[in-house]
């Protein structure tokens, strides 16, 4: 049963934008789907709690895709949503792996390593709009509150956790986005800094607490929650997608590939495999 959601409102009188997501379902759908080690599951559940709350606040049918392209093991992060809290993701080496830190936390910084974080929104536009800054620790939530920052001129606060259990499932996930309205008084962000500093790590406290609870720690009952949506892992794929990928390949390619008995085309964001036989593939060069 998929119980992930995202809360969405106000507080603080208008003050105070935030977001609020339990993403636990998600993280392991996406774990079981790509078989993913618990650095990976790490980095990209951050990456996925992230994403299902920025698209949440999107419109219509617009998309966001964050991506981290760093030097680390793990390669590129991916994740990408949309406003019905639809979230896909992908890791490019899914089985890298690292030892804890000193601490006993997963080497999240270590996996990503340096370079840029990118995060593109599309709204349907001929241009989507691309903000790029490089990454700062790789630990995600800070990067995304360095592009909120550098982006698009906003104080942030973002919390994001994944809790891996011994048997490597994910026992908890979630995270937070507090953002600072134009006009707000600094004391209401040192306000909120000092609750963010005394939270428990948030993947510890997402085990026995909810996002309502967390709410309330953040602001008691001055706010205004304007949306509940559910979050889940959905790939819109489908074999009819791959058919156009594969036309594009052209005729002498495919006429190529045509030669073996079939071909297994796989969902780079989902993992799911198409098969394409021989008789398939001959027809689709018809349609060239
Ligand atoms: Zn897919």
Avoid: W
């Amino acid at each position: 049963m998929n119980k992930d959601y995202c809360l969405r409102g106000t507080a603080k009188s208008e003050k105070v934008r935030f977001f609020i997501a339990s993403t636990k379902e998600l993280v392991e759908q996406a774990r079981i789907k790509h078989n993913l080690s618990p650095l990976a599951a790490a980095a990209l559940g951050r990456t996925m709690t992230a994403t299902a709350m920025m698209g949440i606040n999107l419109k219509g049918k617009d998309t966001i895709t964050i991506v981290f392209k760093g030097d680390g093991v793990l390669g590129n992060v991916i994740a990408k949503g949309n406003s019905d809290g639809e979230v896909k993701g992908y890791v490019d080496n899914p089985e890298a792996d690292l030892p804890l830190k000193n601490n006993g936390k997963i080497d999240v910084s270590a996996g990503i390593g340096f370079g840029n974080l990118y995060i593109t929104k599309d709204m349907g536009l001929k241009d989507p709009y691309v903000g790029t800054v490089p990454i700062v620790s790789g630990e995600i939530g800070e990067d995304i509150t360095e592009y909120f920052y550098s982006s698009e001129q906003t104080l942030s606060a973002v919390g994001l956790g994944v809790l891996i259990d011994i048997d490597y499932s994910v026992k908890s996930a979630g995270g937070f986005i507090l953002q600072l309205m134009p006009g707000a008084e600094m004391e209401i962000g040192a306000e909120l800094d000092d609750k963010v500093q005394n939270l428990p790590p948030l993947s510890t406290y997402l085990i026995d607490n909810t996002p309502e609870d967390l709410l309330e720690y953040f602001f008691g009952y001055d706010y205004k929650l304007l949306d509940k949506k559910n979050v889940k892992f959905h790939c819109q794929c489908n074999k009819d997608n791959f058919k156009s990928a594969l036309i594009t390949l052209g005729k002498v390619e495919l006429e190529k590939l045509a030669k073996d008995d079939e071909i297994e085309v796989v969902c780079q964001f989902c993992n799911e495999k198409y098969i394409f036989d021989n008789d398939e593939l001959l027809e689709l060069v018809k349609l060239i």
